[in-house]
Structures are given as C-alpha cells and as structure tokens.
Nanobody, 124 residues
Framework: QLQASGGGSVQTGGSLRLHCAASGRTFSGYTMGWFRQAPGKEREFVAAIWRNGDNTYYADSVKGRFTISRDNAKTTMYLQMNSLNPDDTAVYSC???????????????????WGQGTQVTVSS
C-alpha cells in the first residue's frame, strides 16, 4: 500500500515536500513515480526514481524545481517542490512500478500500485 501526504496551499514561489509511505518489505524492488492531475486535465507524469535511487527522471515542466528522492530503509519516497507556480496546482499521486524501463517510466499504465492523492494548491 502507498500513502501520499504533505500537500497543502502555498503562494507562488513557495515550497512543499510530499511524502509517499509504502508498506511491505519489497519497496526497494520498485521504481517509484509521482504523477499529478489538475481539474479537467489528463494525468501527467512528474518524476520517477529507480530502485536504488541512483537514477531519476523528470518531466520538463518541473526539471530544476522539483527533486525526487527515496529512503529504502524507511520505505518512503519524497518530492521536494520548490518555486511553485499556479500551473503546479493538482492532485499529486505516488505509484510503484515493478517493470519500468526508461521508455515506459512516464506512462502511468506501467505502474501497478497507486496511493491516494494529496492536493497541492498554488495561488498567485
């Protein structure tokens, strides 16, 4: 099971840190990702991190502002979000992928396990 938390309301330029807590002892065997969905828009890939945490991948829209990380000992993934702007407003969800490769990591259909979302609202 995955549980996302840490969302909230901030002003433009603000920061938030999302958490995704995983239960189970196989956390380190999964590539983990963050996705977001704004009202009336399709689900959008945000970032992903490989099993050992050495490799990360970001959507162009968040590159340089967001940082994904994980602590396998704590079975937790994080998303540090800086320089937030209203376009970042969305429900953010975390997901786990057993078989992701570089060509599929942005595809939400590749992820077999999902947590509930956490709302992020950025006001101007």
């Amino acid at each position: 099971q995955l549980q996302a938390s840490g969302g909230g309301s901030v002003q433009t330029g603000g920061s938030l840190r999302l958490h995704c807590a995983a239960s189970g002892r196989t956390f380190s065997g999964y590539t983990m990702g963050w996705f977001r969905q704004a009202p009336g828009k399709e689900r959008e890939f945000v970032a992903a991190i490989w099993r050992n945490g050495d490799n990360t991948y970001y959507a162009d829209s968040v590159k340089g502002r967001f940082t994904i990380s994980r602590d396998n000992a704590k079975t937790t993934m994080y998303l540090q979000m800086n320089s937030l702007n209203p376009d970042d407003t969305a429900v953010y969800s975390c997901a786990a992928c057993r078989t992701c490769i570089l060509s599929t990591v942005q595809n939400f259909q590749a992820y077999g396990y999902w947590g509930q979302g956490t709302q992020v609202t950025v006001s101007s």
